[in-house]
């Protein structure tokens, strides 16, 4: 069986998100670099995966809205200068990471295998225009890993000189303690923010 990803016909630029939901088609078969393991790469056969993907593009208009990547900033900045840096960074962290474990029991209603959880929730970000994550050196039994996401939506305005995703690497402990049952630790490695070409975190 061939893996999908859905992708829209004209390639958007890398800020838009003007055409989501829209013109979307299932087409190009999944690309993975030979370096990182895609979640997707080794999607077990079920078919509650497709119909789940394709139930994500018909929802997201009804049940999102859109934050522009400036207004986040602002956001992120008025909570820094409100409470200081550090504190900010706990406040979303502490939040999202409520955000995420949420997430992850929304969908384990509907998807049972913890892989094709990250599956889902990876085509889930993409389409919603927070980043392409991927998964790598991942360790299902003992819940270990590295997350590489490129693109995230909390470095689109935003320029640092140390790991600034503090809503992503919130969600992502959130959702992954929701999943393997017990918390887990996501530390952010290197960030898009900071000049490289996309955020990097381990997860135990
Ligand atoms: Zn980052």
């Not at 949420?102 to 295998?113: A, D, F, G, Y």
Request: aromatic share 10%; glycine share 4%; net charge positive.
């Amino acid at each position: 069986m061939k893996l999908f990803k859905c992708t829209e016909k004209k390639q958007p630029k890398r800020n838009s998100f003007s055409n989501l939901g829209q013109n979307l088609i299932f087409h190009e078969p999944l690309k993975v670099d030979a370096h990182i393991f895609c979640c997707s790469a080794r999607l077990r056969v079920e078919t509650e995966i497709p119909v789940l993907q394709e139930r994500v593009v018909e929802d997201i208009r009804k049940k999102g809205f859109m934050f522009q990547f400036e207004t986040f900033r602002v956001f992120e900045s008025s909570l820094e200068e409100i409470f200081s840096p550090s504190a900010a960074s706990i406040i979303i962290q502490s939040a999202s990471n409520r955000c995420g474990r949420h997430t992850c029991r929304q969908i384990l209603k509907q998807i049972k295998t913890k892989e094709n959880v990250l599956t889902y929730l990876s085509h889930l970000k993409d389409e919603m225009n927070w980043g392409k994550i991927f998964f790598q050196d991942l360790d299902l039994g003992n819940g270990r890993g590295r997350i590489l996401v490129y693109n995230s939506f909390e470095t689109m305005a935003r320029k640092d000189t140390k790991p600034s995703c503090h809503f992503l690497r919130g969600y992502l402990a959130g959702f992954l303690s929701e999943l393997f049952k017990r918390e887990i630790t996501v530390e952010e490695e290197q960030c898009a923010a900071m000049g490289n070409s996309h955020c990097k975190f381990s997860f135990k």
